[in-house]
């Protein structure tokens, strides 16, 4: 079953302007993470939460975390073209089989 | 370090035929895991292996699917005999710290069986 769930699935803005991506999961968790992924390339890691934490920034990027909402947002501001990429969550569950598990993206499109 | 390597990047075979994807993981890191991409599915993990020892490999589809990792700096994924539902990109992934730690990805062979 899908654990972490994107949304929107496509999200197009024009440069400059601000991007936000949200998460929801289902079962309690450790930690969430964000990563992206440019077209033909592999995931790349940008950042984790863990489940204590409400808010961690890392340069242009601002992750939020709810726990009591299961619910996550990926906030990048000042938007770039090379911005456009997909954008994934990955949960880990407390219970059950320690996996992460990867939502199915939101695909951004920033246009210049 | 140049990443997590995999090879072929590209691979077009025909149904039936075995297929060997490779994967190079990151120098000291002792999880690596390989996953499936597709449009519909999304990404999944296929096997993951902890000091060489595969862990869990709930998530190979069929039998026609085996890993193997015969050393800390190498692993395959095989698929013989190869069917058209296999065509998808294999990324293969590294760790440091676990299986939930944050995981660094190659570039992906992406397969097409026709």
């Known amino acids: 079953s899908q654990q972490g769930e994107e949304d929107p699935q496509a999200l197009s803005i024009q440069e400059g302007e601000n991007a936000t991506m949200n998460c929801s999961y289902k079962?309690?968790?450790?930690?969430l993470q964000w990563y992206r992924q440019n077209s033909g390339r592999g995931l790349v890691h940008l950042i984790l939460?863990?489940?204590?934490?409400r808010e961690k920034h890392s340069g242009r990027l601002r992750v939020t975390l709810d726990t009591s909402k299961k619910s996550s947002s990926l906030l990048i501001t000042a938007s770039r073209a090379a911005d456009t990429a997909s954008y994934f969550c990955?949960?880990?569950?407390?219970?059950?089989?320690?996996?992460?598990?990867f939502g199915q993206g939101t695909r951004l499109t920033i246009n210049p | 370090d140049a990443g997590v390597i995999q090879s072929p990047r590209h691979e077009v075979t025909e149904m039936g035929q075995e297929v060997t994807l490779r994967c190079k993981p990151i120098?000291?890191?002792?999880?690596l895991f390989w996953y499936r991409q597709t449009m519909m599915r999304g990404l999944e993990l296929l096997i993951y292996?902890?000091?060489?020892?595969?862990?869990?490999d709930s998530g190979m589809p069929e039998d026609r699917f085996s890993a193997k990792m015969p050393n800390a700096s190498f692993s395959t994924l095989k698929i013989q005999p190869s069917e058209p539902r296999d065509s998808a990109v294999y990324f293969c992934?590294?760790?440091?710290?676990?299986?939930?730690?944050?995981?660094?990805f190659g570039p992906g062979t992406r397969l097409t069986v026709l």
């Open positions: 992934a590294s760790s440091l710290f676990g299986l939930v730690d944050t995981q660094y």
């Open positions: 079962t309690s968790i450790n930690n």
């Open positions: 939460i863990r489940s204590n934490e």
């Open positions: 990955a949960t880990d569950e407390i219970q059950g089989a320690q996996k992460l598990v």
């Open positions: 120098s000291g890191h002792d999880y």
């Open positions: 292996f902890n000091n060489n020892v595969p862990i869990d």
